[in-house]
Each structure stands twice: as structure tokens, then as C-alpha cells.
Nanobody, 121 residues
């Protein structure tokens, strides 16, 4: 039932900024850990940043100091602020939600559709 809707991707010059948004519906958002992942052609999908239900955030070494994950539980939305973008940041960015199911302590992974980030060079 849960759905993730992403926005904010696009084309930027090196050194530019983008702000990605991922809006969740059909879920009790404040129970869920959220994360951003990215995948470039020919490469494995990698974790970019994660924020837990209680607001604890961490970021991959490759983006520390440049990217910031945050969440607004009132809007059921998680964000990824991306600054000082490099050519190596170009990828499809995916929003992921870990949703407790309320039975047998199971947690369901939900993925967004992905949004393209292109860094021209």
C-alpha cells in the first residue's frame, strides 16, 4: 500500500546543488527508517545516506560534507540536499523506506521509482 514519490532530479553543472524530495503515502511515516541510494550505469547501487525514525543520520564517506539527509515527519517527506556536486555524483537516485509491518516483527523494504541526477562536465 505504501508509495514513495520522488522529485528534484535534474541537470546541474559541477559545483551546483540539487535538493531531492521523497514523499511517502500509505504508511505511518514516523515509524520508518529512510535512506537514499544511487546507481550509475555499470555500477552497483550504493547507500548514500540514511536517517532513522528517531532522526539519527549518517552519510557515505564519498558525500560527507556535501550531502545532507533530513526528514519532515509532518510532511511525510525525506530530503537529500546535494551541494558541490561532482561528475561522479551522476546517477539515478532512489528513495528507500523500511516499514515495520506489525506482524512477526517483519520489516518491508519500499523503493521509489528513482530520479535522474546529471552533472555536466
Amino acid at each position: 500500500q505504501a508509495e514513495l514519490v520522488e522529485s528534484g532530479g535534474g541537470l546541474v553543472q559541477p559545483g551546483g546543488s540539487l535538493r531531492l524530495s521523497c514523499a511517502a503515502s500509505g504508511t505511518i511515516f514516523n515509524r520508518n527508517d529512510m535512506s537514499w541510494h544511487r546507481q550509475a550505469p555499470g555500477k552497483q547501487r550504493e547507500l548514500v545516506a540514511r536517517i532513522t525514525a528517531d532522526g539519527s543520520a549518517n552519510h557515505a564517506d564519498s558525500v560527507k560534507g556535501r550531502f545532507t539527509i533530513s526528514r519532515d515527519n509532518a510532511k511525510d517527506t525525506v530530503y537529500l540536499q546535494m551541494n558541490s556536486l561532482k561528475a561522479g555524483d551522476a546517477a539515478v537516485y532512489y528513495c528507500k523506506m523500511k516499514e515495520p509491518q506489525g506482524m512477526r516483527n517483519e520489516v518491508l523494504d519500499n523503493w521509489g521509482q528513482g530520479t535522474q541526477v546529471t552533472v555536466s562536465s
